[in-house]
């Protein structure tokens, strides 16, 4: 007894490290010097306005939205022994560092941001951690068997979770509804009664801390949904009819809209840019990150800068570009991208 009470203390003691030594360099290693920001002229209450830094401090949070990405497409012809769990754990925390210094030129991002990228870091990295334990070993004997429509449940699952999480975060998603769905298909052989207790377990896992996440976010406050813009050289009918769209008022070409943020205001700031509009802040700043996918880096315009390139999970053939633009040069920007073989991915706001 002993000597399992031993073993266990050891192995808090290495979870601790893991989730605690990550936080504890980024917040003291990964440091930036802060540099004089233009204030903002059009979108000037501070009630409306959001910290400029966190259109970089939001990328962790989509950082694992895409890993879960990956993991959907590598489903579709792979095992779950197959995705990198170690490389998108790593990818997160290296993401977080380099950003981190890239915010702290624009200013503070906020306790509440940081509280959320720490948090869901160490959830993600424990996840991908307990995952990797399990599929490398006794769920990679198991693949060996015929496949089971468990699989194709699960492959389903991580598809809709990987949507699910553009725009609504992860502690609100229905993980009981699909442990019914595993447990509903009738299982074929060996593995099929291998993923109902493994995904069975990791799920029903996942809505108890749910809801432990749940109740620690509503502590924090609910995150607004919604954002206001300055935009020119469109008509306000025009504008006035792209979907979700508010205008609040207008001074000369200047027109001030509400808008709504996450997913949805990357495919609206296209609509824009196809109608000729420009931005001019968002939310009271002029920088914003997006991020580009293809074979290769785009070639841009301006002011445009890409700060970091990497591969994308589950898709071999493509690499995910950072790129750090002035909001007035968004509409060039998207134009020159229009152009290219690649895709637009997202634009992070605040």
Sequence with gaps: MKRLLKWLGLSLLLLIAIIAGPILYVETMCRGEALTQAE???????????????????????????????????????HPHTFPYLSAIKGFWS?????????????????????????????????????????????????????????????????????????????????????????AAEPVGVRG?????????????????????????AGLGADELRMQVAIQNIDPADLARLPDVTLID???????????RYRIFATLAKDVARAGGQFVEIAGNDDILLSYLGATPPALTGAAKIISTTSRFGFSDQSRSLIAIKVPELTATLDALATQSGTLEHIYDY
């Excluded at 903002?40 to 970089?56: F, G, H, K, L, S």
């Excluded at 990956?70 to 792979?78: H, N, P, Q, W």
């Excluded at 896992?205 to 109740?215: G, W």
């Excluded at 207008?250 to 709504?260: L, M, N, T």
């Design 40 to 78: 903002a002229q059009y979108v000037t209450d501070p009630a409306n306005q959001r910290p400029e830094a966190r259109t970089y401090m939001v990328y962790p949070e989509w950082h694992i939205v895409y890993a879960y990405e990956g993991y959907a497409e590598t489903l579709k012809s792979g």
């Design 95 to 183: 993401a977080t560092c380099g950003l981190t210094e890239q915010a702290d030129q624009l200013g503070e991002a906020g306790f509440n941001s940081k509280a959320t990228i720490y948090t869901i870091g160490a959830s993600f990295t424990l996840e991908m951690l307990f995952k990797a334990a399990y599929e490398e070993t006794i769920g990679r004997l198991f693949t060996a068997f015929a496949p089971s429509p468990q699989d194709k449940v699960e492959a389903d699952m991580a598809t809709d979770y990987a949507t699910f999480l553009q725009q609504i975060p992860w502690y609100n998603y229905d993980f009981p509804a699909w442990v019914e769905k595993l447990w």
């Design 193 to 217: 009664w291998e993923r109902r207790i493994a995904l069975g377990l990791e799920w029903g896992a996942k809505t108890q801390y749910a809801k432990v996440i749940a109740n620690a976010a």
């Design 250 to 260: 207008q001074s000369g070409d200047i027109i001030i809209a509400e808008v709504p």
